[in-house]
């Protein structure tokens, strides 16, 4: 059974820093990986959809890259803003072609002003 | 944002009385989800469908239902609400044009069972 975590639970970071979160999972055979980010009290925002015959993705600030061998996808934030503070949560689609997701418990961020 | 929207965005309820949610979605994709959102837990899927009138269960399903007679509409019903589904539900889409994988959520429903 696929298992998706997320390491750690929180971080608190001071403004400008670079920052990387993490994202583990247990089987490599998937089909691909998506990184959101929620705000309190709101729904998730899509950031960056990796497939898994890609390495990285960009947009902006955010750079997501993806090591199905390893089991690991990194989001590298640069340049970080209080604007940043939010939860960010990675998901798998462990099969392919079933559209079903897997949802890490996210990190929840903190940029310091 | 993709155009997903749903209601109640809040509901309180009693014990053992049934609840309906409703999705609704504009952007014509062929898949929708249902989560739930909970403390310690993270997103866990309850059911999603794949088409009108197909449906299947996700990972925490005891307890909902789900029906979806359109492709715009797809609604969950507890049947007999518990405090155990008290949470936060979120509905997703994904499947839109050649098929692409990338979810949308909606804004979520807090329902409290008291």
């Known amino acids: 059974k696929q298992e998706v975590t997320q390491i750690p639970a929180a971080l608190s970071v001071p403004e400008g820093e670079n920052l990387v979160l993490n994202c583990s999972f247990t089987d490599s055979a998937i089909y691909n990986l998506q990184w959101f980010r929620q705000d309190p009290g709101k729904g998730l925002t899509s950031l960056l959809l990796i497939q898994s015959s890609q390495r990285e993705q960009t947009s902006g600030r955010l750079n997501a890259s993806l090591d199905k061998s390893s089991g690991r996808s990194t989001l590298y934030i640069a340049a970080s803003q209080p604007g940043d503070s939010a939860t960010y949560l990675c998901a798998v689609e462990s099969t392919s072609g079933t559209y079903k997701y897997i949802f890490g418990t996210g990190t929840r961020l903190k940029v310091l002003a | 944002d993709a155009g997903i929207t749903q209601s109640p965005r809040h509901k309180v309820t009693e014990t053992g009385t049934p609840v309906t949610l409703r999705c609704h979605q504009t952007e014509n994709h062929r898949y929708m989800y249902w989560y739930r959102q909970d403390p310690g837990h993270g997103l866990r899927l309850i059911h999603y469908?794949?088409?009108?009138?197909?449906?299947d269960k996700g990972e925490v399903s005891d307890g909902y239902s789900v029906s979806r007679s359109k492709t715009e509409d797809f609604l969950l019903t507890l049947e007999s609400a518990t405090s155990s589904q008290t949470s936060v539900y979120f509905c997703?889409?994904?499947?839109?044009?050649?098929?692409?994988?990338?979810?949308?959520f909606g804004p979520g429903t807090r329902l409290t069972v008291t």
């Open positions: 997703a889409i994904s499947g839109g044009y050649s098929g692409q994988r990338e979810q949308y």
């Open positions: 469908s794949y088409g009108v009138k197909d449906t």
